[in-house]
């Protein structure tokens, strides 16, 4: 029975959502025929969602903690540069790769233990670790590109299969795997738990500073995913890649379901976040807008989820369950 | 008599049930008036009503004979009322003065504060009340005593006629009390003041009081004054005859070996060595009122918090919890008395709820819930502690205050514990259900389990105890065997009388 | 349960002047040290030469004190800035004298602040996500109106008064120490800036004595913005251009030296201009130090972040005797 109304109640919204995009595609298709419903136009535009797919997956979780991951940017340029010089400098691949992967992991375990067992804010902490990796970023390249990179990387990013762009299986793999395991692993209840209320867990038995690092851990980890990604598709490592993408992973999490107050969150929902996101994005570039405009909307839609995000909230209280 | 204050009825509920209900009494002008009462009694709720920051929902208040209403604690201080709440709301990182005058100090054309005048205004202010403190001393820098004073002092400058304090002396030693009360009978001497304070403890209401008033379950009770004011009859006011909610139920099974023993526990500011032996089979009862360190000193126990020095032995071996999680391992659980905040996950369903102890129990070899025993498992306690509505997926904050017990039971029961912890069982529960609750724990110590119960409730604790611990300001104060034991005799155990008289 | 609160405060309160008083000495140590290494590190020109650089943080560290002590956070400031600036050339360009030019954009900015509070008021959310969408929302009008680049040819009797010098200061550093010398003064001694002090620490009881804590709020947040557009307009006066990219990471800067100096972010009501003050000189020092030794600018934005991290992680270890994660205090 359990299961029965989980599913109803995330239907509610998924329902919605895979509706909203659904009307949106279909107007935008018959406003601007010829530049919308194109392959190259949806090519492009997915090349770009891939990235915020996986980073928001990763804010997924963190938000269901509670807490914000403002860094999420910055380990991804970061990572990229290092892999970049790594491979510039003629390591192996595979070493390579898992280097990022742990760089990645390493600077969100960094963030998991300021805010557990330091204490600090998230939004503090994260907040200097964005300086922090993007600044180191830049240091390692004094701006430039790192590039030169083996041919045999940039083809994970660039290449297909199936017709399909890798990035594209990449990141489906990504959001699909999640999307199985949140709802099942026991690690993920803690997860939800811990953000209802690190009180409640403490007292429950639940190692609360242990899940926060563990969930920024996972956060680094998909970052640094998305950063070796980065790099191979466009076959470089940059500083400054990822600007402002944590906004948009933020706000579409919020979209699919998380609250900033946490203990809430849905793979799926984050999945039909990025889409309309990324649609809308894409529909302000057809009507003449550039590409600048993105920045802009990010923080409009922000606000606007932060709307979607006290009406829930409100409701709840209203309940008295807050 | 002349009565500055009058309260005529008044009446206030929250959330449905009825915290004061029909209460009627006088103030006289100028006396120092005691209101007394256990926990729960609405004392600190009628003070809120006179102090202007509760509106009453029936009765009204007269000042001088005229009646008055008061929305929040400026229009309180405009009629003369001002009220010094329990915690203390001063800025520590300001001055005296800045204290003192907070938001009104005076000023230059500028809207620059005049600092020599408003220090010369506080330094007046001190020295009227007698205290011999520089206005420009940083607050932060003082004791809590001298905190409560200038906070005192910022109150009555604001132009009073009635001081109201909140249990002004739960934090102060001796020597502190001694000084706060000579500055309370200065200012009723030299300014006329009228003083109402609510205070446990019985001896200082009797030091200083000229009437007292008690109230009990939120209604009114008496008044009294002068040489009536004894001990023994304002006990017997605040707990009543209530020989017949006794119904000891008596435990069913021999007494096991003591599986829980702590000595001499103590942590900095909040309780200071605390004794007791907990045996399996049997239920210790806690008793004690507001500070009494009861939660503070098991919270400190299971690893919730500080414990500063004190020895815990368990099943033979000294441990040292340091963490919740590492007592419900070992099989120690402690159901909270705080259900909102440290019980429960409001927004969550029961089932996370119910499992959220035990989820090591129900987590697969491939590390996933197992839903299905998980199901099983919570579906069974709601049946069996009759949750309703029973059904696994509502969110926990939609039940009723007994149910959400019942659910915090099923989570702690769910960890088969060997020793229970229990703190205010029944709080916020209607009659079935404590029913329920309390046979349920007498028969959760017959099957073996170790139960340790808090309570502020003396009948609660008198149904259930075979022995009673009793705590007051941070101390044991006796353990008593229950054989036929009384109210009467657990509150002179509380505060250390000896005999009580009728 | 009787002097234990008020020796914790007193540790806190020590713990203000020891911090303060650790980073003079510290600015003091390395004044001294870079002074041997290189000749003319402390003369007059090299002085002003460090502190114009960071007369935009500043001027907006000035305004985030309000908002930490008041227990908020403006990121929008990195976004205002920019904004007020790219405005403001464009205003000039359009005719408008450079004067009331000045008047518009910093009402425009005092309308940002409000905005920033009332939605802080109307979602219930942290300031710092709506500051943050705001700082975005801005940032991105930045980028579209200048596409990407600098908006400059501005009218002749601008520049002419852009150049000029007091007593041989450029304009900016004047306007920022005639600000820091006004706001340290006004929080020192007007009543109503006072009252922040008072919403930081305790807002119930705030209220309880009187204070209109909204109408605090309020002014907190529009201060907070209008300063950041005084920091717009000089950067105006600085280069005589505005490019979209200004203020780039200029509000993790101006928070690093508002808690490098004393404010605390986690205890409201505590904090002053003078410790921000010190704060801001500290890290122009290190900044300056480390420019001058050759070390890859680029660190810049690498200290600010560990300078950020450790002072609030200092403040968390004396403020929670013991390990920090345990919260539970109560009952």
Redesign the interface.
């Known amino acids: ?3 029965q ?2 599913k109803l109640h995330v239907s509610g919204r998924i329902l919605t959502l895979s509706v909203t995009i659904v009307v949106c595609v279909a107007v935008m298709s018959f406003l601007k025929p010829e530049t919308f419903f194109t392959v190259s136009n949806l090519g492009s535009s997915l090349t770009t969602v891939t990235f915020n797919l996986i980073l928001a997956c990763g804010m997924t979780v963190v938000l269901m903690l509670g807490c ?1 991951d ?1 860094s999420v940017g910055p380990i991804v340029a970061f990572t990229s540069v290092v892999v970049a010089k790594l491979l510039q400098g003629g390591a192996p691949i595979v070493p390579a790769i898992l280097a990022g992967l742990l760089i990645g992991s390493g600077i969100g375990a960094l963030n998991g233990t ?1 805010v ?6 998230p ?3 994260t ?10 970023s ?2 390692l390249t ?2 430039y590109s790192v590039t030169g990179l083996p041919e045999g990387f940039s083809k994970i990013g660039q290449g297909t299969l199936w017709g399909i762009s890798n990035l594209i299986l990449i990141a489906a793999l990504v959001a699909a795997v999640l999307a199985l395991l949140v709802p ?4 993920f ?2 997860v ?2 811990v953000g ?14 242990l899940i926060l690092i563990a969930g920024y851990t996972l956060s680094g980890f998909l970052a640094g995913l998305s950063g070796i990604l980065m790099a191979s598709r466009y076959a470089m490592g940059n500083a400054g890649f990822a600007v ?1 993408y944590e ?1 948009q992973a ?1 706000a579409a999490a919020v979209i699919g379901g998380a609250v ?1 107050a946490g ?2 969150g849905s793979i799926l929902g984050t999945v039909l976040g990025v889409l309309l996101v990324a649609v809308v994005n894409n529909s302000f570039i057809q009507f003449g ?2 590409a ?9 839609m ?2 606007f989820t ?2 979607i ?2 009406m829930r ?2 409701k ?1 209280k209203r ?4 | 008599m002349d009565a500055i204050l009058k309260l005529e009825g008044i009446g206030k509920m929250f959330g449905g049930n009825y915290v004061l209900k029909d209460v009627s009494l006088e103030i006289g002008r100028g006396e120092v008036h005691a209101v007394i009462g256990e926990n729960g009694a609405g004392k600190s709720t009628l003070m809120k009503i006179i102090g202007g920051i509760y509106e009453p929902n029936e009765g009204v208040i007269r000042k001088n004979g005229e009646k008055i209403l008061l929305h929040n604690a400026i229009e309180a201080y405009k009629q003369g009322i001002g009220i010094v709440h329990q915690e203390l709301s001063v800025a520590d990182n300001l001055t005296i003065a800045e204290n003192i005058f907070a938001g009104r100090q005076p000023v230059n054309r500028f809207g620059f504060v005049r600092e020599k005048q408003m220090c010369e205004d506080a330094g007046k202010i001190l020295g009227e009340m007698g205290i011999r403190l520089d206005p420009r001393e940083k607050v932060g820098n003082l004791s809590v005593a001298m905190q409560q004073i200038i906070e005192i002092a910022k109150v009555v400058s604001h132009r009073i006629d009635v001081l109201i304090l909140d249990e002004p002396t739960s934090s102060l030693s001796n020597k502190e009390i001694a000084h706060l009360f000579e500055l309370v009978r200065r200012l009723c001497r030299e300014q006329g003041m009228t003083v109402i304070f609510i205070s446990h403890k019985l001896d200082e209401v009797m030091a200083i009081s000229d009437r007292v008033s008690v109230l009990r379950n939120g209604n009114f009770i008496g008044t009294l004054s002068g040489e009536e004011i004894t001990a023994s009859r304002m006990i017997h006011m605040m707990v009543g005859d209530q020989l017949d909610s006794r119904s000891f139920l008596a435990p069913k099974t021999p007494e096991g070996e003591v599986i829980l023993r702590a000595e001499g526990l103590c942590r900095e500011g909040k309780f200071r060595d605390v004794s007791f032996a907990l045996q399996k089979n049997r239920i210790l009862g806690i008793f004690g009122l507001i500070g009494a360190g009861r939660t503070e000193s098991i919270l400190s126990l299971i690893g919730a918090d500080r414990l500063d020095s004190g020895r815990v032995t368990y099943e033979g071996r000294e441990i040292r919890l340091s963490s919740p999680k590492e007592a419900i391992a070992k099989g120690i659980v402690y159901l909270t008395e705080n259900r909102r905040d440290l019980g429960l996950f409001l927004p969550k369903e029961i089932s996370d709820n119910v499992i959220a102890a035990s989820l090591g129990a129900f987590t697969t070899k491939r590390h996933t819930v197992d839903r299905k025993k998980a199901g099983e498992a919570v579906e069974g306690y709601i049946q069996k502690l009759k949750i309703q509505p029973p059904v696994m997926d509502k969110p926990a904050g939609t039940y009723s205050g007994g149910n959400q017990q019942k659910i915090l039971f099923s989570k702690v029961l769910l960890t088969d514990p060997k020793v229970l912890i229990v703190d205010e069982p029944t709080k916020g529960v209607d009659i079935g259900v404590k029913m329920t609750i309390h046979h349920m724990l007498r028969d959760l110590a017959d099957s073996g389990i170790a139960v340790l119960l808090i309570s502020s409730e003396l009948p609660e604790i008198l149904k259930l105890s075979d022995r009673v611990l009793v705590m007051h300001e941070g101390e044991c104060r006796g353990l008593l065997e229950n054989r036929d034991l009384t109210e009467r005799e657990v509150m002179a155990a509380v505060y250390g009388e000896k005999e009580v008289q009728q | 349960m009787r002097q234990k609160m008020s020796s914790l405060k007193n540790r806190i309160l020590c713990r203000l002047d020891i911090q303060a008083s650790a980073v003079v000495l510290l600015i003091v140590v390395i004044s001294i040290a870079m002074s041997f290494v290189y000749d003319g590190f402390l003369s007059a020109y090299n002085i002003k030469a460090m502190l114009m650089s960071y007369v935009p943080e500043g001027i907006i560290a000035l305004g985030l004190t309000l908002v930490i002590i008041s227990g908020g956070i403006d990121l929008s400031v990195a976004g205002v800035m920019p904004f007020t600036a790219i405005v403001y050339c464009m205003l000039m360009k359009a005719g408008v004298h450079y004067l009331p030019g000045m008047a518009i954009v910093l009402a425009a900015a005092a309308a940002i602040g409000a905005v920033n509070n009332f939605l802080r008021r109307l979602l219930d959310v942290h300031p710092f996500i709506i500051t943050m969408a705001v700082q975005l929302t801005l940032k991105g009008f930045n980028l579209v109106v200048t596409g990407a680049g600098s908006i400059s040819g501005l009218p002749e009797n601008f520049m002419e008064i852009s150049q000029v010098r007091i007593l041989g200061l450029k304009i900016p550093l004047v306007v920022f120490l005639l600000l820091a010398a006004l706001w340290m003064v006004l929080l020192a001694k007007n009543r109503f800036f006072r009252k922040v002090y008072f919403v930081g620490g305790n807002p119930k009881a705030a209220e309880l004595c009187g204070i209109n804590v909204n109408r605090v709020m309020y002014f907190v947040f529009i201060q907070s913005a209008v300063l950041a557009a005084v920091a717009g307009i000089m950067a105006v006066f600085n280069y005589q251009a505005a490019n979209y990219s200004y203020g780039s990471n200029l509000d993790t800067r101006a928070i690093t030296a508002v808690v490098v100096g004393g404010t605390s972010m986690t205890r409201g009501g505590i904090g002053k201009i003078g410790g921000t003050i010190i704060g801001l000189v500290f890290i122009a020092l290190v900044y300056n130090s480390f420019l001058l030794s050759g070390i890859n600018t680029y660190y810049q934005d690498v200290i600010t972040g560990a300078f950020l991290i450790g002072a609030v992680l200092i403040g968390e270890r004396i403020k929670y005797r013991g390990k920090p994660g345990k919260k539970e205090d109560k009952s």
């Open positions: 029975m359990e299961e109304k989980k914000v403002l300021l557990g067992y330091g204490g600090l804010a939004f503090v902490a907040l200097g670790t964005q300086s922090v990796f993007r600044g180191l830049y240091v004094s701006g099942r692993l026991a690690f209840k803690r939800y738990l209802t209320s690190r009180s409640v867990a403490f007292m429950s038995g639940i190692n609360s500073n402002g906004t933020i900033m203990g809430e807008g550039n600048e405009w993105q920045t802009a909307i990010s923080g409009i922000l606000v932060l709307f995000d006290v909230t409100r709840a309940k008295g369950l807050i």
